[in-house]
Nanobody, 122 residues
């Protein structure tokens, strides 16, 4: 089993940057693909980015070129670096874990963190 804790959210002006962290418990962290999802009020949870155990990444079209995802297996941590933030990026960001390859389908992830709020002001 994996427990996930996100941090790094906050309030930032449009054009600014934030780095989110997802820290996982468990000795088998390196076996899990990690995904980031976000949910804005009144909207469905949507895929943002994911990283496989081998380091390959996949980003949603809406954030490609602005966000990057990386992992440090020694620290059991996955990072989401968010640059050039826009008001439409405002949401609760959650990380999730699944064994095997990454997926953009939230239903494929077995473990979830509680999320961290990101608010981007115009």
């Amino acid at each position: 089993q994996v427990q996930l804790v996100e941090s790094g959210g906050g309030l930032v002006q449009a054009g600014g940057s934030l780095r989110l962290s997802c820290v996982a418990s468990g000795r088998t962290f390196s076996s899990y693909a990690i995904g980031w999802f976000r949910q804005a009020p009144g909207k469905e949870r949507e895929f943002v980015a994911a990283i496989w155990i081998g380091g390959s990444t996949y980003l949603a079209a809406s954030v490609k070129g602005r966000f990057t995802i990386s992992r440090d297996n020694a620290k059991n941590t996955v990072y989401l670096q968010m640059n050039s933030l826009k008001p439409e990026d405002s949401a609760v960001y959650s990380c999730a874990a699944r064994l095997g390859y990454y997926s953009a389908d939230r239903g494929q992830y077995a473990y979830w963190g509680q999320g961290t709020q990101v608010t981007v002001s115009a």
